[in-house]
């Protein structure tokens, strides 16, 4: 399975350490399996934050029965608590190694942010959320969740 990892930066290796905080499923390594999100990513960082150029990181990742990985097939209850305890908590609030699922993008964190702030219930969030359309996400939260995705090559976009 090929990965998407969109950068500002230049680096050869994966830090859990640098990663930021307060994300979606929670501090860590993000990649998606769509090229073009990671592109707008990589485009996004650069123009928030300055660095390297727009930078698009490819990689080959084996699923494995050896990950302990929590998949969400949709923007489900579960997805959305999940999404709020890792944004308001911060940190890791989970112990898998990888998480995959969608994307609580720039369109949905209006709504998610109302539902964090009590003004939507769960039902009333998903029925908000039901007309984006949703990309994908994988993150990497352990070293041994990295050891599985190897680098094939930088690509400037």
Do not use: C
């Not at 990649?31 to 592109?39: D, K, M």
């Not at 890792?86 to 998480?99: A, E, F, K, P, Q």
């Amino acid at each position: 399975m090929i990965l998407y990892h969109g950068t500002n930066v230049k680096f050869s290796k994966i830090d859990l350490q640098l990663s930021k905080d307060k994300r979606d499923f929670g501090k860590g390594f993000y990649t998606t399996s769509i090229f073009e999100q990671a592109e707008k990513w990589a485009k996004n960082q650069f123009i928030r934050y300055g660095g390297n150029g727009s930078i698009v990181k490819i990689f080959e990742y084996e699923p494995t029965s050896r990950l302990k990985v929590l998949q969400f097939d949709s923007m489900s209850k579960q997805w959305l608590e999940f999404v709020k305890e890792n944004r308001t908590g911060g940190g890791i609030n989970h112990d898998y190694d990888l998480v995959i699922g969608p994307v609580a993008n720039d369109n949905t964190m209006r709504t998610i942010a109302l539902y964090v702030a009590g003004i939507y219930n769960a039902e009333q969030a998903l029925e908000q959320l039901a007309f984006f359309n949703v990309n994908d996400q994988f993150s990497f939260h352990t070293e041994k969740a990295l050891s599985h995705l190897v680098w094939k090559e930088d690509k400037k976009v």
